[in-house]
């Protein structure tokens, strides 16, 4: 699923306007159409009417549905985005008293769009009343011829001023078609009074596209804006709604086809998608059974050597090891202090331990830049940065150690703060072939390109990609909605995952596998990609065992690998 920022979508829209011959007015149909379908299954899926369907209904495949355990709680979906459902499975209601939904109309296109909602809604059997915004005489174009078929209907309509309170006795349900994708800043006026009123109504909200009062590329949300229930989005997913704070105020996330054929985003070089099971075999081209050869061994699929771990912060070490070997690499060998080897020697039996520096009370020191150069000959990936601790001397022991190891590279966590302390130039001019990958969560981003963590969530995707095309690394931006940029220029965002992964050590299992799934091969755009689905997959796993979701751990996670 291809996701687009504002102009790329209105280049997409002229495309088939000017290009293929599609009228624009047939656009607006198909969204209002399709935006009256899943207002009317809303109706249905909270019982507040009695709807039949004309069809059978044809439940979309859900991946977090498995047959492990029937009586086992479904949660919900938190990537909130699900397949688009056939146009002929229409549902009719039967008792048109039962429903009675405001239709909120701006002045563009998206007001165009709720107006032909409107007329399909009435055509289902339900009342329904246009709110307008504004005067409907400064409505243009489609959204005017929109405006007088309506009132051809007879739908009734009125004028929303902002001294005069809007009664919603009756009402069950509001439609937010009053700024589109084509908005920008806070909504004033008539549209912010009309949206601080919706949403104080506590009705359930559908909005049209996106939220009014969302930033569509960011996922910025300006004061006022809608809290939707649902968000059903044209043609294809905006950037804006993978984003957080955004995709929480868009609510569940419905993408529907209105006659914008996907094949042009790819014609155009659209190169932001959402991260799937199609994207990673079809775009990556991997095998997601990561099958084995019948004579394949320990040596054949990759040994990591994994530099992490501090007397006191033994367990980050731990859990990017097995996360290591659970990712199926066929060896793990841990560079550790000396004086940490006691501590956790027979934790994981499967891993080796080699000592890297000695007499300094369990912490690195920069002269232990020469071992782990030698004990990474050999290796097929190195993993730095897990529970390392800062020290002296530790930016250019870094840049020693990467400059030397000529093999994929995975740098997490102190690592991430030491390179930010080389400068946003640390990694360039570095003779390497070899590729790079970098975990950092926002915190750590934000020291890397001198900026405030804010202003790193503020647009997560532009920052991501800025620093893989001008560094060269694969970036795993972390936190909800992980973004995944490569230095192609591709760009994945992953949906998998559960809110209980905010915990400690999580990122030192991802770091693991990550260097796990390059050990066996994979390049770094795969494996970076690959590792982030799988470590979501893991988490909603670990969070469905436990009566608490909340309480799940990072080991619990390393444990429903």
């Not at 007088?148 to 209907?153: G, I, K, R, S, V």
């Not at 294809?236 to 709604?241: Q, T």
């Amino acid at each position: 699923m291809y996701v687009v920022t504002a102009k790329q979508m209105r280049e997409l829209d002229n495309i088939v306007i000017e290009k293929i011959g599609v009228p624009s007015a047939s656009l607006m149909e198909n969204a209002g159409k399709v935006l009256a379908e899943e207002v009317v299954k809303l109706c249905h899926e909270e019982q507040n009417c009695r709807i039949e369907l004309r069809t059978p209904r044809r439940t979309p495949r859900n991946p977090l549905q498995e047959d492990e355990d029937d009586n086992r709680r479904i949660f919900e979906d938190w990537r909130g985005v699900r397949g688009t459902l056939r146009a002929e499975e229409m549902l009719r209601i039967n008792d048109r008293s039962q429903e009675h939904w405001y239709i909120l109309i701006g002045k563009g296109n998206n007001g165009g769009d709720g107006l032909v909602c409107a007329r399909h809604l009435q055509e289902a059997g339900m009342q329904v009343t246009i709110v307008y915004a504004v005067p409907p005489s400064v409505l243009e174009q489609d959204a005017a011829l929109q405006r007088d078929a309506a009132a051809a209907y007879g739908i009734p309509a009125i004028v929303y001023k902002e001294n005069e309170q809007l009664s919603f006795q009756g009402v069950t349900g509001i439609v937010d078609a009053l700024l589109g994708t084509g908005s920008n800043g806070a909504p004033r006026k008539a549209y912010a009074a009309l949206i601080r009123e919706a949403n104080e109504s506590g009705l359930p909200i559908v909005s049209a596209d996106i939220p009014s009062g969302l930033n569509t590329d960011t996922g910025e949300l300006f004061e006022p804006h809608i809290r939707a229930k649902v968000t059903v989005c044209f043609a294809l997913l905006k950037r804006g709604l993978t984003q957080y704070p955004g995709a929480e105020a868009a609510g569940r996330i419905v993408v529907r086809s209105i006659g914008i054929p996907p094949k042009l985003a790819a014609d155009r070089g659209i190169s932001v998608r959402v991260l799937t099971e199609e994207v990673l075999e079809g775009t990556l081209g991997m095998d997601l059974a990561l099958r084995r050869s019948g004579e394949g061994h320990k040596g054949t699929y990759g040994h990591v050597l994994l530099t992490a771990g501090t007397l006191a912060m033994s367990g980050a070490g731990l859990l990017s090891a097995r996360a290591s070997l659970r990712s199926g690499c066929g060896l793990t060998t841990w560079a550790l202090p000396y004086e940490l080897m006691p501590h956790v020697i027979g934790k994981v039996p499967e891993l080796m331990l080699a000592e890297a520096v000695r007499g300094n009370d369990g912490s690195w020191t920069k002269e232990s830049a020469k071992r782990v150069i030698q004990l990474a000959e050999g290796k097929d990936v190195l993993a730095i940065g897990p529970g390392l601790g800062r020290f002296e001397g530790d930016t250019q022991w870094l840049r020693r150690i990467v400059e030397a190891c000529d093999l994929p590279i995975v740098i997490d966590a102190d690592a991430l703060n030491m390179a930010a302390a080389g400068g946003e130039d640390f990694f360039l001019g570095m003779s390497r072939t070899a590729p790079l990958i970098m975990t950092p969560h926002p915190g750590e981003m934000a020291r890397l390109i001198d900026i405030s963590t804010k202003e790193v969530q503020r647009d997560r995707i532009a920052h991501a990609a800025e620093y893989a095309e001008k560094t060269g690394v694969t970036l795993v931006l972390k936190g909800s909605r992980t973004v995944i940029a490569a230095p192609s220029g591709s760009i994945f965002i992953n949906l998998t995952g559960h809110p209980g992964m905010g915990t400690g050590g999580a990122g030192d299992v991802l770091t693991g596998m990550i260097a796990g799934l390059l050990a066996q091969g994979w390049s770094a755009e795969q494996a970076a990609a690959y590792g982030v689905y799988l470590h979501g997959l893991a988490g909603e796993r670990a969070a469905y065992k436990r009566h608490n979701p909340g309480g799940i751990t990072a080991g619990d996670i390393v444990d429903a690998l």
